[in-house]
DNA sequence: GCCAACGTTGGC
DNA sequence: GCCAACGTTGGC
């Protein structure tokens, strides 16, 4: 099983919003990085639901329910959607300051390529982060 | 196919 | 509101 980061602005489609449709197809995502990443989503792996802008902070983990299909949002075609389903929220939001304050997370995607709105999780970045979120 | 110009994202 | 990072576009 595979972790993942999604973003998403909170006025757009925030968590709670996530929360009272359950589920959700991720769709809109255009850029091609991204999009490699969402591909490699399987059903079952686990997400950390991200607010950036307002917030600025993990806020829930989801679940992948369906794999990568054709986004029918994109006229192009190209883009690809994966539906997502809400699991449980956090206990205490882990903030993009908390994460950068800590070596052990120099690496995380989220620092590395903050613009990338699909990121992957290593295993030990996922366990770590979960630590945090439990405090 | 390269690269400058431009647009967008997202943190501050 | 500003600006850095980065992706995309379009001229050559």
Known sequence: MAYWLIKSE?????WAQLVKDKRTSWTGVRNAQAAINLKAMKPGDRLFFYHSNEGKEIVGIAEVVKAAYPDPTDEAGKAVTVDVKAIEPIKTPVTLAAIKAEP?????????????SVVPVSDEQWKFILKMSAA
Do not use: C, I, N
């Open 10 to 14: 909170p006025t757009v489609y925030p």
């Open 104 to 116: 052990k997370l120099k690496e995380f995607g989220l620092v590395r390529q903050s613009r990338l």
